[in-house]
């Protein structure tokens, strides 16, 4: 099994920046491709990015183009998602997930973190 851990969300006006992380553990592996969701309340939860963790590609939702990265860190079992000129509808839990491959993790059948706050004012 693989063990999936966020940390970086919190509480920030629009237009800031956040940078959020994701430590796998276990069964590292296994992991080929990684990516972040969002759940906003009342909403179902959304993919936002993913990044293949062999080759670097990564994917992007429409509503964060431009505006989010997703990347590598140097050990395979990292990965960030740096956040620039945060809306408010940004605001959301924002889950870490591992798979391996991208249509696993777009497919939402991988491996989940616990989640992490990340809620913009206006």
Do not use: H
Request: charged share 15%; glycine share 10%; net charge positive.
């Amino acid at each position: 099994q693989v063990q999936l851990v966020e940390s970086g969300g919190g509480l920030v006006q629009a237009g800031a920046s956040l940078r959020l992380s994701c430590t796998a553990s276990g069964r590292t592996f296994s992991i080929y491709a990684m990516g972040w969701f969002r759940q906003a309340p009342g909403k179902e939860r959304e993919f936002v990015a993913a990044i293949s963790v062999s080759s670097g590609s990564a994917y992007y939702a429409n509503s964060v183009k431009g505006r989010f990265t997703i990347s590598r860190g140097n050990a395979k079992n990292t990965v960030y998602l740096q956040m620039n000129s945060l809306k408010p509808e940004d605001t959301a839990v924002y889950y870490c997930t591992a798979a391996n491959s991208i249509p696993t993790i777009r497919q939402e059948l991988g491996s989940w973190g616990q989640g992490t706050q990340v809620t913009v004012s206006s």
